[in-house]
């Protein structure tokens, strides 16, 4: 299963998934910097990289604002705060799910372990060990 949504920069990618039955918004699965990630060699994306992690989710939006906004202010596994939502809102309202669709959806440790740290996986699914 692909996570819901990456929104990215020319420097930062961000990837999202909504636990509708568990939160309100969706919960930030991963915040990868370019010049950190393995096998870039620049500030900035090389296209082959950014595709892959693009290729994680459901739908991409690029916005430098709001990706910078999000790395500045929140961390891997925390919910989306508050004052962004809506523009999050947006990039959701493109998936075309219907509510029952949305909220029946399930994504599981397996298939999150993929994206992100052990740890970060095991936080948000609860798991102490």
């Known amino acids: 299963m692909k996570l819901d949504a990456v929104i990215y920069s020319e420097k930062i990618a961000i990837g999202l998934f909504w636990f509708a039955k568990l939160v309100d918004t969706p919960t930030i699965i991963f915040i990868f910097e370019a010049k950190n990630y393995p096998g870039n060699t620049k500030e900035v994306w090389n296209n082959d990289i950014l595709e892959k992690i693009k290729s994680f989710g459901e739908i991409n939006e690029m916005n430098e604002i709001l990706t910078t906004n999000l790395k500045k202010n929140a961390h891997v596994g925390d ?35 993929q994206y992100i740290p052990i740890e970060i996986s095991r936080r948000i699914f609860h798991i102490d060990k």
């Open 79 to 113: 919910i989306i705060p508050t004052n962004y939502y809506g523009d999050v809102a947006k990039i959701y309202s493109k998936m075309n799910l219907s509510i029952e669709e949305f909220e029946n959806r399930e994504i599981n440790y397996q298939d999150i372990k």
